[in-house]
């Protein structure tokens, strides 16, 4: 807590008084009188030199750390997720399903997945592998069209309900949209 105390005696114009709760004093306030007083933590302001050097260090290396562990994943369980989960399951789907049960499956998770914020990137591959370019760059392209409309509609169906909402708990929705 800083308050100037050039507002009260113009003459210490520039000083400020720091009050610190703490020890000492039997109120458990501790005043100090000016801004380096070494009573208080001011100590001559060479610990926020440091203190910066100290974050920037902690942050390189953090970002050193999560470069590893994306490189690593790049290199070794990347290629291994796909060659023992992603591949199979293509081939299973394509052996599986006939053309147009496997268009309307494609169709399907393109338009619907995204939604839910699960990856529909498979089935564009499948969509590539099974009906070509043309035809598959078609299907995609009709179900992102789709996919990408879906969230409007639905939230234009509960439209009211949420403007209510936010009318009946304002403070709560701006937290919410600050947070996003």
Not at 10 to 19: E, F, I, N, Q, T
Not at 63 to 74: E, H, K, N, P, R
Not at 93 to 104: G, I, K, N, V, Y
Not at 107 to 129: D, E, H, Q, R
Request: aromatic letters at 18%; one cysteine or more; proline letters at 4%.
């Amino acid at each position: 807590m800083t308050y100037n105390v050039a507002d009260e005696d113009p003459g210490l114009a520039g000083d400020y008084v720091k009050l610190e709760e703490g020890g000492g004093g039997g109120d458990g306030v501790t005043i100090c009188e000016t801004e380096t007083s070494s009573s208080c933590g001011g100590g001559g302001g060479g610990g926020g030199w440091w203190w910066s050097l100290w974050w920037w260090a902690k942050l390189v290396l953090v970002v050193l750390f999560v470069s590893l562990l994306g490189a690593v994943f790049f290199k070794w369980i990347g290629p291994f997720f796909m060659d023992k989960e992603i591949i199979p399951f293509i081939i299973w789907e394509r052996e599986t399903f006939s053309a147009r049960t496997l268009a309307l499956i494609i169709f399907g998770s393109v338009a619907i997945f995204p939604a839910f914020l699960l990856p529909s990137t498979p089935s564009m591959w499948v969509a590539g592998i099974t009906f070509g370019y043309g035809y598959g760059f078609l299907l995609i392209m009709g179900s992102v069209i789709i996919g990408a409309s879906l969230p409007y509609f639905l939230g234009s169906l509960f439209y009211r309900k949420i403007q209510v909402c936010m009318f009946a708990y304002p403070y709560c929705f701006h937290e919410v949209i600050l947070l996003l």
